[in-house]
């Protein structure tokens, strides 16, 4: 008996390969972190894909990841009790992870402040950029754990299977082992930088790039990987 997931995974996949866009869940080359073509991004006249965050030799000191990028030193204006007085966690400032995503996607530090340059494209507010105020953003830097669980009493436990990515490469988990990192909720908990384990998503019935997330939005999937709802 064909399982009926299965199927409309591979139909799934066959419409993005025909649609000429990634199928998702695989590779850096060709998604939304691939500043390869000097054409469209001559800001990057190296060619290489890494190179923007990450280098083997003579990186930004002292930082995890061979990391190459200007990191942010900016401050944050963090999501609180007043938008939420339901919120059980503590929110505090963005961990290590997402300060690396932040670096360019808070809008204060230039795409091509790599390698020791400093650039001056930024992204624009309102597009790829967050800013700096983070209130309108689901929080980040919560710990999630047992206690936060039994307090909330609407978050799944830290050991409930998961499954991230999409046909052809996934990771079965955990809430802990696929979205946590050191027990927080950070960016990459539900974006993966790399595009490894990501599943494209549908916009009023046409497919779309996939924003780098770990599960399907149909049917809240994602939110629902946490939220017991």
Known sequence: MLNTRTVRQSLLGLCLALAGLSAG?????????DFSNTTTYPWNPSGQICVTCH??????GGLTALWN???????????NTAFSSTING??????STSKLCLSCHDGTVALNSFGGGTGALVYATGTTSLGTDLTNDHPIGITYDAALVT?????KAIT????????GKTKVGTVESNLLYNGKIECASCHDVHNTFTVPQ????TLVS???VKMTMVGSALCVACHDK
Do not use: C, E, Q, R
């Open 160 to 167: 409930t299977a998961n499954t991230i990515g999409f046909t």
């Open 151 to 155: 307090a909330d009493g609407a978050l």
């Open 69 to 79: 990028h200007t990191l942010s030193v900016a401050n944050y204006t963090l999501y």
């Open 55 to 60: 280098a083997p030799h003579n990186t930004s």
């Open 90 to 95: 503590t929110v505090v400032a963005p961990g």
């Open 210 to 212: 996939n924003k780098l």
């Open 25 to 33: 869940a695989g590779s850096i080359v060709a998604s939304k972190h």
């Open 202 to 205: 549908a916009s009023s019935g």
